[in-house]
T-cell receptor
């Protein structure tokens, strides 16, 4: 299957700082990427849909000014958690859909964020 | 909200077949059934998907009932590495790329 990477795999930061997470499709061009958040013992919650070259579409209840998403190229999307607080500590996962084969969504390994 | 219902947990002996059920009684004609799994602290892994015919690949088989209101994912010979949370998701392939995850089934494979 197609490969999606995330960087960093884990990050610890102080409250009030901003953290950027990268999501890359390594062997295909991803016209659409998604960002999910997962709290312990819970399911994945879709945060936003990121389309290359356009503004992201956020799910209801997700603050777009707090979770900045940029999809500047067909292989890279970034999620920036601005002014992070302890309640933002979570497992952030991205996924990507190939422009050529939209049937299957491939997921990255996830980024664990801990805000102190 | 997720459109599927799955048992919260199941056990399976190593080497035996694991049969994971999923109820999707409100599925519409354009919606496909997708299965993903998530091993602890990793991103979800695609397993298989289908519309109405049974499907098989190197990982699993997907059996969809004739009325499409339920399906079963079959892992023919479960191994310890198959221990994971398995998610059954319905998706309108032609109108959205979104996957909405439910609570899934936690499969524990024991020796």
């Amino acid at each position: 299957g197609a490969v999606v990477s995330q960087h960093p795999s884990w990050v610890i930061c102080k409250s009030g700082t901003s953290v950027k997470i990268e999501c890359r499709s390594l062997d295909f061009q991803a016209t659409t990427m998604f960002w999910y958040r997962q709290f312990p013992k819970q399911s994945l919650m879709l945060m936003a849909t990121s389309n290359e070259g356009s503004k992201a579409t956020y799910e209801q209840g997700v603050e777009k000014d707090k979770f900045l998403i940029n999809h500047a190229s067909l292989t890279l999307s970034t999620l920036t958690v601005t002014s992070a607080h302890p309640e933002d500590s979570s497992f952030y996962i991205c996924s990507a859909v190939s422009g050529r084969a939209r049937e299957t969504q491939y997921f990255g390994p996830g980024t664990r964020l801990l805000v102190l | 909200d997720a459109k599927t219902t799955q048992p919260p947990s199941m056990d399976c002996a190593e080497g035996r077949a694991a049969n994971l059920p999923c109820n999707h009684s409100t599925i519409s004609g354009n919606e496909y059934v997708y299965w993903y799994r998530q091993i602890h602290s990793q991103g979800p892994q695609y397993i298989i998907h289908g519309l109405k015919n049974n499907e098989t690949n190197e990982m699993a088989s997907l059996i969809i009932t004739e009325d499409r209101k339920s399906s079963t994912l079959i892992l023919p010979h479960a191994t310890l590495r198959d221990t994971a949370v398995y998610y059954c998701i319905v998706r309108d392939l032609y109108n959205t790329d979104k996957l909405i995850f439910g609570t899934g089934t936690r499969l524990q494979v024991f020796p």
